[in-house]
DNA sequence: TCCATATCAATGCAACTGCATCTATATGGA
DNA sequence: TCCATATAGATGCAGTTGCATTGATATGGA
């Protein structure tokens, strides 16, 4: 028999959670836009692509390593080529798939978007709480993930 | 002069909470699709709404209870009267204003949300962390609000 | 070889969001 | 009283998301 109604603790950690996660996303937001940036999604696929370097990344691997779906994916590339960040290759052995690679300009915006969001991290995190603090935080909220186990 | 780079403890933090807060909130949108209920956000506004009584709130009160920007309201609460869960209501002293009011239908809409909803904080933060974990990580939470004080 | 099924990625459509603006009423001071 | 300004709430429009489906290639078994 599972426990089908949650404790107050767990309402209130919850309610926390999301809101505190809202509050602080929109705030980073904010920032981004004040400085002419584009929004946090193309922060995630910048990053990943950078991270994975000349090699690139398939689209499925980005999906399985941030938390976009599918179609999003495909849109947030279309948008990132668009704009020039990104670029578009055809994979040898599987003509379904493309390769995607981070361009030199893509590399150039994620910089700037990390000026601006690490400052924003910095100042809403890294500021009011102590490292161990934020450690304990990481730690619990690791305990929340799905599956929960790995790192 | 303020630190403008963030510790690695404070990146760790911050990805783990934007990272757990979608997954949690996905399943719980996911949970309540599977019910044939109504997205998350309606609950919120359903819950204050209960909360209020019969004496309802101000759109503007609203706002300032829960995360959402006011033109979102707005057509929330169209879309929450569409479905005869809210009632809108002329205030006496101010002729801008309307005073929103749970339905009969709306508290029975909510109950049932909240079978869902409870069930997967139950399952989702309550079954994997003891009441003492949940509540520092209320604690901690709490330090990151916005403004950093009041409960 | 051929076909059924699976996987990769794109897309039509409806709903929702963000932004800016608009309408309507209220309020305070000249 | 009259007007400038402020506040409450709605809305047009463009961009984005979610859902379902489609198009295209891959894969494995008969």
Redesign the interface.
């Known amino acids: 028999m599972?426990?089908?109604?949650?404790?107050p603790?767990?309402?209130?950690?919850?309610a926390?959670?999301?809101?505190?996660?809202?509050?602080?996303?929109?705030?980073v937001e904010d920032a981004l836009k004040e400085n002419g940036l584009p929004p946090l999604a193309w922060y995630d696929v910048l990053h990943e692509l950078a991270e994975a370097g000349e090699g690139g990344l398939r689209p499925f691997q980005l999906i399985e390593r941030t938390?976009f779906a599918q179609y999003n994916i495909s849109r947030l590339l279309a948008r990132l080529e668009a704009d020039g960040l990104i670029e578009k290759l055809p994979v040898a052995d599987d003509g379904r798939g493309q390769t995607i690679r981070i361009t030199g300009s893509g590399r150039e915006t994620r910089r700037r978007m990390w000026a601006a969001y690490?400052?924003s991290?910095?100042?809403?995190?890294?500021?009011?709480?102590p490292?161990e603090?934020?450690?304990?935080?990481?730690t619990?909220?690791?305990?929340?993930?799905?599956p929960?186990a790995g790192d």
Not at 2 to 7: A, D, E, I, L
Request: proline fraction near 4%.
């Open positions: 599972t426990k089908t109604s949650p404790s603790a767990a309402i209130k950690a919850w926390r959670l999301m809101r505190v996660s809202r509050q602080l996303m929109e705030k938390l690490g400052r991290i910095a100042e809403l995190v890294g500021a009011r709480l490292v603090d934020l450690e304990t935080l990481a619990l909220l690791g305990r929340l993930r799905d929960p």
